[in-house]
T-cell receptor
Framework: DTAVSQTPKYLVTQMGNDKSIKCEQNLGHDTMYWYKQDSKKFLKIMFSYNNKELIINETVPNRFSPKSPDKAHLNLHINSLELGDSAVYFC???????????????FGQGTRLTVV | AQKITQTQPGMFVQEKEAVTLDCTYDTSDQSYGLFWYKQPSSGEMIFLIYQGSYDEQNATEGRYSLNFQKARKSANLVISASQLGDSAMYFCAMREMKTSYDKVIFGPGTSLSVIP
């Protein structure tokens, strides 16, 4: 069974459209994240949720709106898509806090978004 | 400012040889965790190894070991007996522990190519 699953895997859309990416984890983790990986492979944290509450918002344009209906799900909605939004978006989850090997982040397979 | 530096954008290693991938980090915290992830060309993020800031021994996981030098703020990944399947991007990451949340940030990555 997939631990962290994202849908869709590929998304091609026109500028100005609105799109959503869904993420679900079945690990029982309490923290979920969205990361953006650009064309140079740089991974930048966008949002973090802990038990459905937003705890990190890394100066992401407000066209990006995350929603966490429960602690197993974290969806990302993007309004008015722009060419610069083209990237791979990763969802991830982790459990607990502090210094433990068990706090590793588990990643989804990524969603490759292409805006044309 | 970049908190995690990986100075080698690209590396080559002969099959069966060992290779060291560099990572330096910047933090004023005493408590933090360090991770290495592998991203093959298929795109998924694979956890490799973890080191806590208070761990006195260097972490090892199979062919992977982490050369942790706390005073120098470095956490280099050593891969022994390289295999063709080790060709991938490698990311160093740090878990920062803030008052009410943790945050995982990534370095820019090193692309490793294993030559037969």
């Amino acid at each position: 069974d997939t631990a962290v699953s994202q849908t869709p895997k590929y998304l091609v859309t026109q500028m100005g459209n609105d799109k959503s990416i869904k993420c679900e984890q079945n690990l029982g983790h309490d923290t979920m994240y969205w990361y953006k990986q650009d064309s140079k492979k740089f991974l930048k944290i966008m949002f973090s949720y802990n038990n459905k509450e937003l705890i990190i918002n890394e100066t992401v344009p407000n066209r990006f709106s995350p929603k966490s209906p429960d602690k197993a799900h974290l969806n990302l909605h993007i309004n008015s898509l722009e060419l610069g939004d083209s990237a791979v978006y990763f969802c991830a989850s982790s459990q607990g806090r502090g210094l433990s090997r068990d706090t590793e982040a588990f990643f989804g397979q990524g969603t490759r978004l292409t805006v044309v | 400012a970049q908190k995690i530096t990986q100075t080698q954008p690209g590396m080559f290693v002969q099959e069966k040889e060992a290779v060291t991938l560099d990572c330096t980090y910047d933090t004023s915290d005493q408590s933090y965790g360090l991770f290495w992830y592998k991203q093959p060309s298929s795109g998924e993020m694979i956890f490799l190894i973890y080191q806590g800031s208070y761990d006195e021994q260097n972490a090892t996981e199979g062919r992977y070991s982490l050369n942790f030098q706390k005073a120098r703020k470095s956490a280099n990944l050593v891969i022994s007996a390289s295999q063709l399947g080790d060709s991938a991007m490698y990311f160093c990451a740090m878990r920062e522990m803030k008052t009410s949340y943790d945050k995982v940030i990534f370095g820019p990555g090193t692309s490793l190519s294993v030559i037969p």
